[in-house]
């Protein structure tokens, strides 16, 4: 069996789990509930993944697979139902929207690790102020063009933005993200109820 070693909290595990229900092959990989931070790693992830980071797979034969896009990639071989990414020639166009929105949750990953990690005194506004910019800039880029970056079907870079959008709901790091932004707010309450993602919401 395929062991998938996860935090409900983690957005990138979350992408990987919304991807397993997306492709109906939830009962081909058990998950294992860890936690881990980048100053206190957990020793059995680091077994199996060197960065001590989660996602991380464990296949039925031993392999390993990570990071979460090597995951969902791999994930994606398991059925041909419901694909994640395209074969035609739109392939690198989807590939570079699911790293915009990727750059989205490490920018937010970031803010919460500086608050978090660091002394109060020696939190860095510039640092925060700069991650914040990124995200920013992200979502006014997907504003103007939803329709043609999300709306071809709910894959690999779908799944990723809204799963980043979730986070940023969910800790918080540029407080509400929707004012001025209508199409993307519309779009993520669209696709916030599919079952893939209510059943991994983070609490
Ligand atoms: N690029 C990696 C990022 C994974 C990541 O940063 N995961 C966080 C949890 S959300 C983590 O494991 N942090 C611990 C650390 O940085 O040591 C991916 O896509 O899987």
Redesign the pocket.
Known sequence: MNRLYF?P?????RKVRVAMHEKDIVDRVEEVEVT???VD?NADLAAYNP?????CLVRADGRVV????A?LRFIDSLSADAPLYPSDDTEFDRLTVESLA?GVI?AA?QCVYERRVRAEDQVSQPWLDGQQDKINRALNWFEVHVSDALAPSFDAASIGLACGLAYLDFRQPIGDWRPGRRQLSAWYDTVSGRPSLVKTKQN
């Open positions: 935090s909290a983690s957005p990138f595990a881990t931070s980048p790693t960065l001590g980071k989660l996602p990570y990071d979460s896009r995951i990727e490490e990953l």
